[in-house]
């Protein structure tokens, strides 16, 4: 049974910094097209980082882009998210969502069979 449980949301200040984490169980996460997701209040959700299996690739939406870093740390089957630089319009519910079977990353929303709980992120000036 895959289960991934996010952490780490919060409120902050517009410039700071959140590190979220999902904790994955359930597969191999080094086999697995991991992303993080995130839906804005009356917004459709929307990929924002995401790491290939093998975990070596890894890609950005452009609103996020030099901002934000996907990393995973294979020994703890943890996915991070680490977001610097926050600005208001990251203001959203982040999701991680696992595609497992070894297939490349996509945008997506139905290419991924397993979904976190959701983490709030709130950015304030």
């Known amino acids: 049974h895959v289960q991934l449980v996010e952490s780490g949301g919060g409120s902050v200040l517009s410039g700071g910094s959140l590190r979220l984490s999902c904790a994955a169980s359930?597969?191999?996460?080094?086999?697995?097209?991991m992303g993080w997701f995130r839906q804005a209040p009356g917004k459709e959700r929307e990929g924002i980082a995401f790491l290939h299996p093998g975990g070596g690739l890894t890609h950005y939406a452009g609103s996020v882009t030099g901002r934000f870093t996907i990393s995973q740390d294979n020994a703890k089957n943890t996915l991070y998210l680490q977001m610097n630089s926050l600005k208001p319009e990251d203001t959203a519910v982040y999701y991680c969502?696992?595609?497992?079977?070894?297939?490349?990353?996509?945008?997506?929303?139905?290419?991924?069979?397993?979904w976190g709980q959701g983490t709030q992120v709130t950015v304030s000036t």
């Open positions: 969502a696992a595609r497992p079977g070894g297939y490349g990353c996509t945008t997506k929303l139905v290419d991924y069979t397993d």
């Open positions: 359930g597969f191999t996460s080094f086999s697995t097209c």
